[in-house]
Structures are given as structure tokens and as C-alpha cells.
């Protein structure tokens, strides 16, 4: 009965989120801005209306829905100017210096800061604190600013800003994390091209760049297999060459010397403090008895309070 229950609710979860609108709009090719920057073979599989071949996790895509509405309905109470995607529906056209236009619709618009700021729902923020906004995510909000701007909905005689705003959906960091700058035309070209990319394919019927390492691929994609299912994997141990990976082992070992430092740190600062017991204005400093082996440990706490 309790195993039913779990593959209904599933069931109940996977529907919703295959017929979501964003869901249906790549179903039948087209493009958002969310797919702009990230990968153009996976770009020109979506627009040539190729249908997914592999099953991949939706829960992270449903938990950072569920955040954007609610987020957007508890800033909407606090700035009733603004305007929210999943509350006021605003819809831009972004059209580029080509003549390619991209449709999508913009999370937060706030008239009285000329900004656009796009919510994402990240698992940690060390990734981007470390790196800032991915180059997805730059484009993304560059052509809700540029299609907010051409509607005149944002002033582009004065200085626009653009930005991310990123909200941890494990709950271990409880404020949010901005990301704000002006807005760069020099970036309208770069995406103009990206998409020429993209246009180039899918009327030769060439495949496009694949711009994300197989290895991640694999697991976060829908169009793995009839995207690289017939390819030979060049990569598996080998060298490694892709800058976004590079970047995460430097960020491991990195991670890794901090911490055989921090406990280094701790041993030192231990000896020093033996037997000692009391508050200073920030913290609170005792000693504890752990079983089974009756030892004691140096426990530091924040004063709250």
C-alpha cells in the first residue's frame, strides 16, 4: 500500500512538471531564455523538435518553481510596483541585432530601480560565491532586460540593471545571495552569435557545439543518448580539459587544504584553551565529558541573545 502511495505521488509529481509551460514550449522547439548559453547541441535538438530519450531527475526543477512563487508572492505584498512572472504574466520579445527573437518571461521587474533580477535555487552557494552568475544565467537576464527595454518597460536612456538573485533550497544558508550590475550591451552580440550557432545547424542539419562535458551530461540531460549515444568517449580517463570541471577540481582540493588547515586550527587552539571554561562577548566556552570513553571536548558556541 505505502509502496502504491509512493509511485502515485510520483506519478502525480512527474505529470505536473511534463506539463508545465515551459515543459511544453521546448516540446514543441521552441527556445526561452533559460536555454540560451548553456548548451547549442542541446539548443538545436530542442528547436528541431527532437523528443527527449532519456528519464532524468525533475525534483531539483520542481522544489525551484515552488521557491520562485513563493518568493515572488511574498515580495508582490512588500513592492506592489514590481512585477512578478508567475503573478503579472509579462511576456517580452527580445529581439536581436540578427533577427532572431527569444520569448520568455521575466521573474522580478522593478520599474523604480530600472532592473530586472532572475531567481535561482541553487543546492550551496560556495559554487557561486566562488565563480558568481554562470554564463547561462548572464544571458538569460540579459534578454529579459533587452526585451523589457525595446517594450519600453525598462528606461534605456538611464542606467539598467541586471542580476541574479540566488535562495539555497537545502535551507543551510537562510538569506539570499544577490548578484547586480549594469547592463552590457557588448553581451547582445555574443548571444546573437551563440544562436547564429544554433540557426546554422539546424538549417544545414549539422549538429551544433556540445558545450557541456559528457560526464555531466549524462546526468542532467534529457537528449543524452540520442545526442551522444553513438559517439565514442574519448574522455573517460583521460585528460581533462573543460574549464567548468577544471574549475571544481581546483575548488575540491582547495576545499580540502582549508579543511586540514581549519583542523590544524582547532587542535592548536584546543591546547591552549585546556580546562579553560567561561564566556567572552561573542562566545560561550566549556568543556564536555563524551562516552563511552569519558573524554573531554572543547565546545565553542555564539552567544544568542
Given at each position: 500500500m505505502m509502496s502504491d502511495?509512493?509511485?502515485?505521488?510520483?506519478?502525480?509529481?512527474?505529470?505536473?512538471?511534463?506539463?508545465?509551460?515551459?515543459?511544453?514550449q521546448a516540446r514543441a522547439g521552441v527556445l526561452g531564455p533559460s536555454d540560451i548559453g548553456f548548451c547549442r547541441q542541446k539548443a538545436t535538438l530542442v528547436t528541431r523538435e527532437t523528443?527527449?530519450?532519456?528519464?532524468?531527475?525533475?525534483?531539483?526543477?520542481?522544489?525551484g518553481t515552488a521557491i520562485h512563487n513563493y518568493v515572488e508572492s511574498a515580495l508582490h505584498e512588500a513592492h506592489p510596483n514590481w512585477l512578478f512572472g508567475s503573478i503579472d504574466h509579462v511576456k517580452i520579445h527580445a529581439e536581436l541585432p540578427?533577427?532572431?527573437?527569444?520569448?520568455?518571461?521575466?521573474?522580478?521587474?522593478?520599474?523604480?530601480?530600472?532592473?530586472?533580477?532572475?531567481?535561482?535555487?541553487?543546492?550551496?552557494?560556495?559554487?557561486?560565491?566562488?565563480?558568481?552568475?554562470?554564463?547561462?544565467?548572464?544571458?538569460?537576464?540579459?534578454?529579459y532586460a533587452l526585451g523589457l527595454m525595446q517594450a519600453e518597460i525598462l528606461n534605456p536612456n538611464e542606467e539598467v540593471l541586471v542580476g541574479n538573485v540566488y535562495l539555497d533550497r537545502s535551507g543551510a544558508n537562510p538569506e539570499p545571495m544577490v548578484f547586480m550590475e549594469p547592463f552590457d550591451p557588448d553581451l547582445t552580440g555574443e548571444i546573437d552569435t551563440w544562436i547564429g550557432d544554433v540557426i546554422y545547424a539546424v538549417k544545414n542539419g549539422e549538429d551544433s557545439a556540445r558545450d557541456i562535458p559528457a560526464a555531466v551530461c549524462e546526468k542532467i540531460c534529457e537528449f543524452f543518448t540520442v545526442c551522444r549515444g553513438g559517439l565514442e568517449d574519448n574522455n573517460s580517463d583521460g585528460f581533462i580539459s573543460d574549464p567548468t570541471l577544471i574549475e571544481a577540481i581546483e575548488m575540491y582540493v582547495d576545499g580540502r587544504n582549508k579543511e586540514t588547515v581549519g583542523k590544524q586550527m582547532k587542535k592548536e587552539a584546543s591546547e591552549r584553551l585546556a580546562g579553560v571554561s567561561g564566556t567572552t562577548l561573542n562566545h560561550q566556552v566549556r568543556w564536555v565529558q563524551v562516552q563511552p570513553h569519558n573524554t573531554m571536548r572543547l565546545d565553542i558556541r555564539e552567544k544568542h541573545g
Open positions: 502511495l509512493k509511485d502515485v505521488i510520483t506519478a502525480g509529481l512527474n505529470d505536473y512538471m511534463e506539463s508545465s509551460a515551459r515543459t511544453l523528443q527527449p530519450t532519456d528519464s532524468v531527475p525533475t525534483w531539483a526543477a520542481s522544489v540578427s533577427g532572431a527573437t527569444i520569448q520568455g518571461h521575466p521573474d522580478i521587474v522593478a520599474p523604480d530601480l530600472n532592473a530586472v533580477i532572475d531567481i535561482k535555487t541553487v543546492n550551496g552557494f560556495e559554487w557561486t560565491k566562488r565563480n558568481g552568475p554562470s554564463l547561462t544565467h548572464k544571458y538569460q537576464r540579459h534578454l
